[in-house]
C-alpha cells in the first residue's frame, strides 16, 4: 500500500514582508519652511576700521553655543584679523584721542563696577531672613557669572561685553524691572548713558567718517571683511531649510552683519539701508 506523502509546510524565508517604503514620514523639526538667501552674504558689508572691528567681535558673541568646529575655527580666525586691524588702526593717525577713550573707559567700569556692587550686597543677605536675595542672586549670576573682568578687556572688546548684556536686558523686560527693584533705578540708566558715550568715544557708534587711507590698515580691513565672509559660509552650512529651527538659529548667528549694514548705510546716506525680503536673513521670521 502506498504511503501518503505528508504536504511540507513552506519554509520561512526570514524575510518581512515587503511594505510601502518610507509609510512612516517624519515629521518636520521646526514647522514652516523658512527660504534663506545665502547671497545676501556673498560680501561683507561696506565698513570703516572701527565698525569692521566691532562687527568681528558682535559675530562672537552672537556665535551658538553649540557651534561646529568649522565655525569656531572661522571665528578664531576673524578674531586674529580683527586684532590686526585693530593694531594697525591704533597706530593710524584717525585713532580715536586716547584721553577721551580713557576718561569713556573709567565712565563705563564706574557705572558697572557699582551696578554690581548693589546687586551683590542684595544677594549676599541670609536667604532664611530674606527670600528675595535667592532672586537677587540669580540676577547676579546672570550679568556677572564671571565678574567683572569684561572690564579689563581691549576697548572694543569690552564695549561689545557692555552691549550684550545691555541686549540681554533689553529682551527681558521682567530682568530690567528687577534689576530696578534690587538696585535702583538709577543704576541701570548710569550704564546705558555710559555705555552709549563710550561707544562714541571709542568710534563704534560714532557717525561713518573717511577711513585711514594707511596701507596697513586698508589690508588689515580686507582682510576682516574676507574672514566675516567665510565666517558667514560656515553659518549658513549648518541651515537646512528642511528645519525652520537650524534656520533661524543661522539668522541670530549673522544678525550682527546685517545691523552694521543697516547702521552703515543709515550714517552716510541719512537713510534705512533696504529692508531685506521676508524669510531671508536680517527679517523677522513667523
Do not use: C
Amino acid at each position: 500500500m502506498a504511503k501518503s506523502k505528508k504536504k511540507q509546510a513552506p519554509k520561512k524565508s526570514g524575510k518581512k514582508p515587503r511594505g510601502r517604503k518610507g509609510s512612516a514620514k517624519r515629521a518636520p523639526a521646526g514647522g514652516k519652511k523658512i527660504a534663506i538667501d545665502s547671497a545676501r552674504y556673498s560680501r561683507a558689508p561696506v565698513l570703516d576700521s572701527r565698525r569692521a572691528i566691532a562687527l568681528a567681535r558682535s559675530l562672537q558673541t552672537a556665535m551658538p553655543k553649540d557651534a561646529t568646529k568649522g565655525m569656531k575655527t572661522a571665528a578664531r580666525r576673524l578674531e586674529a584679523a580683527a586684532a590686526r586691524l585693530e593694531e594697525a588702526w591704533d597706530e593710524s593717525s584717525r585713532a580715536p584721542t586716547p584721553s577721551e577713550s580713557r576718561d569713556a573707559d573709567i565712565a563705563i567700569d564706574g557705572a558697572w563696577g557699582r551696578l554690581h556692587d548693589r546687586l551683590e550686597s542684595f544677594a549676599d543677605l541670609s536667604p532664611a531672613r530674606h527670600p528675595r536675595a535667592r532672586e537677587a542672586k540669580k540676577i547676579f549670576d546672570e550679568l556677572f557669572g564671571a565678574g567683572l573682568r569684561f572690564l579689563t578687556l581691549p576697548y572694543s572688546q569690552e564695549w561689545a561685553e557692555s552691549q550684550r548684556r545691555l541686549k540681554r536686558i533689553d529682551g527681558n523686560k521682567q530682568l530690567a524691572a528687577d534689576i530696578d527693584k534690587f538696585a535702583g533705578s538709577e543704576f541701570l540708566a548710569d550704564v546705558r548713558l555710559d555705555h552709549e558715550r563710550y561707544g562714541e568715544a571709542i568710534g563704534i557708534t560714532e557717525t561713518f567718517e573717511e577711513e585711514s587711507s594707511a596701507p596697513g590698515v586698508v589690508d588689515a580691513r580686507r582682510a576682516v571683511e574676507h574672514a566675516i565672509q567665510l565666517y558667514a559660509i560656515q553659518v549658513l552650512a549648518t541651515a537646512d531649510e528642511e528645519d525652520p529651527r537650524t534656520v533661524k538659529a543661522a539668522l541670530a548667528a549673522l544678525m550682527p552683519i546685517d545691523k552694521a549694514r543697516e547702521k552703515a548705510a543709515r550714517a552716510s546716506t541719512g537713510r534705512p539701508a533696504r529692508a531685506p525680503i521676508p524669510g531671508t536673513p536680517g527679517s523677522p521670521t513667523p
